[in-house]
């Protein structure tokens, strides 16, 4: 009989020996629920299928050397506004870490890896991945081998950018016939500001066996769906499309872990039967555009209104009938906002001609003009809408004109009113110019108690 200290080399020795051959040792899995044995080409095509092929289990599974190196996969993020690193993020390219074909969903039974053939998918520059509509996959990878002829299949894809930060799983169908069955593009959205973080699950409330991490197919919705910052799953989305089902036959819940430009927060939602029991909407607080114009007028208010506008230093909202004539410039101020300022500011200097930059037509302006003079020649005192014969007006005094804006800035509503340079017909007296602060980026402790007591950045008017 051995003493402990023996049992104990030699339980050392042999887990020394073990993790020589860790390479081997994973393209075989048993599952501890079902007793089931998964077979693998190679630790890649494990890393890819996590869940057992019978009782649908999702493993923990370890992170391949292949892929740990590959660009920044499971290292944190880098603690900077995706806004300030603009630059850097068009430098980015999509790398495919491992990928699949054949077999259903999830399932690794008939699937062939297909990582290096699925790189061919790859734009020239290997910054967009695009799966087309109808195209024959086996013709667009190179693939002379059919893993399940006459059969349905899924290309299962796992890739991520080259900074580790975005990753995705793709889950795409390919009939019979080996076409694909939807369009796919993979590609670094203009505004990702939302990101999904890991251990976000769907599945059993208290059994973490009954679970799946649904964190790289959220992701992937987020950036081909939203445009990197938009996630809705509306009430009657049937969950099980998109995941499977962990627990079929129990009620589930869904929790997901989601963070925009610094601040984080968490979703928690049950689920009775695959579907929510409320809509989840998840919606970026910078999504374009942010700057929103309701009303923009450009006119001659009357004299009390014109004195008002004077004395008062806060801006106020003003009606139709408050000016004598005014016409509306609601479009052109909102292209002007779109094209020049990123949906996200607006600046007119003294130097501008609003005629010019708005593209007001003049002859339309002085139509407006004349027909409210005319309207008030028509008005007789005592009988209205009978002209007047044999009565002479003088002309009215001319007041200067004023710019009014009625705006929704990141959802708060604001009024601006800018007075005409008499000096100079067509420009404003004072500069204006309105922006869009930006929302604090970077994960730090401050930032995220700040966030708990609901201290955003307010929205200000320069």
Known sequence: MQDWVSLVQIRKKFFNNQAKNLESEMTIRLCHLCSKVDRFASPIHRWVHRRCSKCGHEFGDFIPEKVLH????????????????????????????????????????????????????????????????????????????????GLEKCLHIRCCFNDGVRKYEILSTIDKDNNIVDSITICMPKTPWLRILENSYYGHPSDISKRYDISEILQTIVDTEGNGCFLQFPIETDLSTYFDDPYPEGDKE???????????????????????????????????????????????????????????????????????????????????????????????????????????????????????????????????????????????????????????????????????????????????????????????HQQLRESRKGRFVVPVVV
């Open 70 to 149: 590959t660009g920044s996969f499971g290292k944190p993020a880098p603690v900077q506004s995706p806004e300030k690193s603009f630059q850097k993020r068009s430098d980015l390219t999509i790398q495919i870490l491992a990928a699949t074909l054949g077999g259903e969903k999830f399932n690794p039974v008939g699937t062939l890896d297909v990582t290096a053939n699925v790189e061919r998918l790859l734009s020239e520059d290997k910054k967009t991945l695009h799966l087309e509509k109808g195209k024959n996959i086996l013709e667009e990878i190179h693939l002379d081998i059919d893993p399940a002829p």
């Open 254 to 444: 869904m929790i997901i872990y989601y963070e925009v430009e610094g601040w984080m927060g968490h979703i928690h939602m049950n689920a009775f039967g695959g579907y929510l029991i409320d809509k989840i909407e998840i919606r970026a607080p910078v999504v374009e555009p942010q700057l929103i114009v309701m009303n923009a007028w450009w006119g001659m208010p009357t004299k009390e209104i014109l004195d008002r506008i004077k004395e008062q230093e806060n801006p106020f909202a003003l009606r139709e009938e408050m000016f004598q004539y005014h016409i509306n410039i609601t479009t052109g101020i909102q292209r002007l906002i779109d094209q020049h300022g990123n949906g996200k500011s607006l600046i007119i200097d003294t130097k501008d001609n609003l005629q010019n930059i708005l593209g007001i037509d003049i002859s339309e302006y002085q139509s407006h003009l004349k027909t409210n003079k005319d309207k008030k020649r028509m008005e007789e005192p005592g009988e209205i809408g009978v002209e007047s014969k044999g009565v002479e007006y003088e002309d009215e005094e001319e007041l200067e004109h004023v710019l009014y804006l009625s705006y929704s800035l990141r959802g708060r509503e604001v009024v601006f009113i800018g007075l005409e340079n008499l000096e100079k017909p067509g420009y404003l007296l004072e500069r204006l110019a309105i922006i869009c602060p930006r929302y604090k980026s970077g994960i730090v």
